[in-house]
């Protein structure tokens, strides 16, 4: 170990800041190092310090051509980490790289934006019941083959849903501050995928409608949320949420709140799938439906018995829409 020539105050300082006092450049007599060399050693390590980041701000920093000078670090030390990069990002100018493209949100978007931005904020929980659908399924063509209503999966899951409303009023709340606000009436919007979006018409009063109704009304809805001709008026009030996915081959997803309602359900594509039936094992139609609900305002036994409800609607559609030709044929 090599020795180093210093002042004792300049030794007890270079402890004090864990500086080696091989790395400080001596102007004491003789080469000592002494206390004043010692500070600005450490006055110059931490201005290195202070453009300290982590490897992953790094990253991100260099993916959006970010400079790190300038960006004041939350870490230990002033170190740069990724919530201070996405933080300078917000009001950083982007540079377009070769083939990139800016555009300015839609007012659609930004609404998306911000009511997916709340309802992250808020502790949910998300519980999957898997649905054995095949009756459902051969009643529903067999009705659609003599019917001018066709029903879809999605009519019939509205049904459902409308009717396990009926027996768990309980989901049918928002949260207002430190109180609890429990609504009455099953208002269940339709999540509707746009191009440029999500609109969510609402079904009034789902519960008191025929299966006929109900679909036509459904269907009207989705049409008109595709054509954009819906009112206001008719995507407000919602108490409850059904959102397909179904139809993009989904098998199980986490579906995000549509504040204020407490509990969302989410549809799942249908499958072949084995099970079990009187003993032996047959090749099944078979779904997941999951519901996400506000843990603030729900527990998950409330959401389990829920799915249940709408799980025995759906395995038993003759309760739904009526007649047992279908099992008869």
Known sequence: MTFVKATPYARKTAKQYHIDLSAVTPTGPDGAVKARDVLRAREGRQRIREVFATPLARRIADSMHIDLEGIRGTGIGGRIGKDDVLHAAGKAD????????????????????????????????????????????????????????????????????AKALLKNKRLLCSYAGDRIIYKNDINIGIAVSLDEGILVPVLKEADTLTPEELAEKAHDLIRRAREKSVTPDECSHSTFTVTNMGMYGVEAFTPMLHLPE????????????????????????????????????????????????????????????????????
Request: a negative charge; hydrophobic letters at 45%.
């Open 94 to 161: 982007y540079v377009l790289q070769p083939g990139e493209l800016r555009e300015s949100m839609s007012s659609m978007r930004r609404v998306i934006a911000a009511s997916m931005s709340e309802a992250a904020a808020i502790p949910t929980v998300t519980v999957t019941t898997k649905v054995d659908v095949t009756r459902l399924q051969e009643m529903r063509l067999h009705h659609n083959g003599k019917s001018k209503i066709h029903y879809t999966v999605n009519d019939l899951v509205l049904m459902a849903a």
């Open 262 to 329: 407490a509990a969302v359900l989410g549809v799942c594509s249908i499958y072949d799938g084995c099970a079990v039936k009187d003993g032996a094992v047959e090749v099944r139609k078979l779904m997941h439906i999951c519901t996400t609900f506000d843990h603030r305002l729900l527990d998950g036994a409330q959401a389990a018995v829920f799915n249940l409800a709408v799980r025995e609607f759906l395995e038993h559609p003759e309760s739904l829409i009526g007649g047992t030709e279908a099992a008869e044929e």
